[in-house]
């Protein structure tokens, strides 16, 4: 597959979490990888990756200088940064904006051409009909921290958020102007068809998360293996002239490197 620059998120190299001080403070809340960035991004760079996306609060631990020269010590370019947030409750909303401003501008220094958004609470009481458009609203003033800082942003819909069906994933881009960061997995897990919403919204994707899925019991696996077919994707992909980075990701493997070298065999011959 070489018509694309392949790169992979850092998250498998520790457990996922976020900082404890989002609890009580909103705007110190982040996605974080509780492992070691370094040596994630070294492996990444040894299994053939040329990219790399790290979750906020891991980026936002380096500064600056210190991040650029482990890129460049490991020959790797800093894709993107992955965010998120509620968005849904007015009151909060500024707090979640200025954190990712904070990540915005982090990877804007750091040359990153992508922002990626996951989000979009479900409140205890149930989903009610105007939390889409407060969503696709607040999306769009990402929009807009992304296009001043000269980066491209993304909406990445995810398990247990209000984006998860396809019909949410339509309705949801019809009521914001920022672009599609598709998961396979995720689309694949809440019943959707990755391919088929690749195809339907190719004018809004720029970025693209591959991950394989596993459905019983549930697990994200690497590219070769898994019940959602690689292959179909790839196909769509290529049918759509798709000219973007592709970032492989997997949330959790026994051996990290092993994971990522699974992955980009599968790539390279597709």
Known sequence: MTEWKLAYQANCWGSLGGNAEG???ITQLSYRTFGDIDRACAEIAE????????FDGNLLDYKSAD???LLANNGLTLVATYSGANFIFDEILPEELARITRAADRAAELDAPHLVVGGGAKRFDGVRDTDYDKLGAALDRVKIIADDRNLTAHYHPHLSTIVEKPQEVHR???????????DTAHLAAAGG???QLIRELSDRISYIHLKGLQRDPFAFTPLDRGDVSTDVIINAMRETNYAGWVCTELDAWDEPLEGARASIDYLKQA
Not at 47 to 54: D, M, T
């Open 23 to 25: 609890v009580t403070s």
């Open 172 to 182: 949801i881009f019809d009521l914001t102007a920022i672009d599609f960061c598709p």
């Open 193 to 195: 068809d990755p391919a």
């Open 67 to 69: 991040f650029r020269a």
């Open 47 to 54: 299994a053939g990756y040329i990219g790399v996306e790290l």
